[in-house]
Structure formats: structure tokens, C-alpha cells
């Protein structure tokens, strides 16, 4: 029975050209981008005002989980009136006699 290692180990000696294109590629691209692009510490920065309150934010809402009650139920049906008012009234509130008169049908093109 052949072990797990093993079977890696048979894997990565037949695409052996492949992994080692793969190393040289991102050598290149790291030796690359440190070459031609910013320094670290120009980027940190730059960018520390959005680092700063990006921290502040995540650590706010990690509090805001920690301290706010679970739901009550499984069902949440806090906002349900409120989408009921914005998307119309639903067709239970309509007399059927009074739901048909409401509904304005185009007649149909003559072609």
C-alpha cells in the first residue's frame, strides 16, 4: 500500500518542469516588483489613515457582535410591514371584486 507522501512525491516528480517554471515565474515577478515598485514603507504610509479605520471598524463590529442579543426566534419578521408598505399592499388586503377594478389592463397592439 502506498502512503500518501508517497503518491505526492510521484506526482511532483512527473510535473517537475511545471513547479519549477511556477518557482521561476514568481521569483521573477517578487524580484520584479521589488525592483520597479514603491517601498513597504512608503505604501504603509500612504494608506495608514485607511489601514487605521478600516482596524477601527472590523474591532467595532466585533464588539457590536459580542455584546447584541441573539435573535429571538428563527424567524425574523422585524421588517416584514416594511416591505410590505414599500413594495404595495399585499393581495390579501384587496376584495377580489376590488382587486380586479384596480388592475388597468393595456389593450392589446393591432399588428
Known sequence: MATKG???GEVMWEHRLQAAAVV???AATVVSISAIGPRLGAVVSFFWPL???TGFFLVAVAVLLRISPPPSSTIDES???LIDFVAGCR???HPPEA??????VPP???I
Open 79 to 81: 421588517g416584514k410591514e
Open 24 to 26: 521561476a515565474l514568481v
Open 51 to 53: 489601514l487605521v479605520s
Open 6 to 8: 508517497n503518491k505526492l
Open 91 to 93: 393581495p390579501e388586503h
Open 99 to 104: 382587486a380586479e377594478a384596480a388592475v388597468d
Open 108 to 110: 392589446e397592439p393591432e
